[in-house]
């Protein structure tokens, strides 16, 4: 499959979702954190509902990034 295939089905599936999860691995760390806040704020910039998940309590460094409450 080419990429142009693999984004496009990535687009159909953003199109047609309108809530979605970005779910944290288990020990998050920064730029994982960070990337899926950066991916939340684009979704919502497109009019989509996302919400970042961790299954674990954040440790307080990652707690200061905008967006991680």
């Not at 199109?15 to 979704?43: C, F, K, M, W």
Request: proline fraction near 6%; hydrophobic fraction near 35%.
């Amino acid at each position: 499959m080419s990429n142009t295939q693999d984004q496009d089905k990535i687009r159909d599936i953003i199109d047609s979702s309108y809530h979605i999860v970005i779910v944290q691995p288990d020990n998050p760390d920064t730029d994982s954190l960070a990337s899926g806040l950066a991916l939340e704020r684009i979704l919502h910039d497109i009019g989509k509902q996302a919400d970042v998940v961790s299954a674990i309590d954040l440790p307080s460094y990652l707690k200061s990034l905008p967006g991680a409450d």
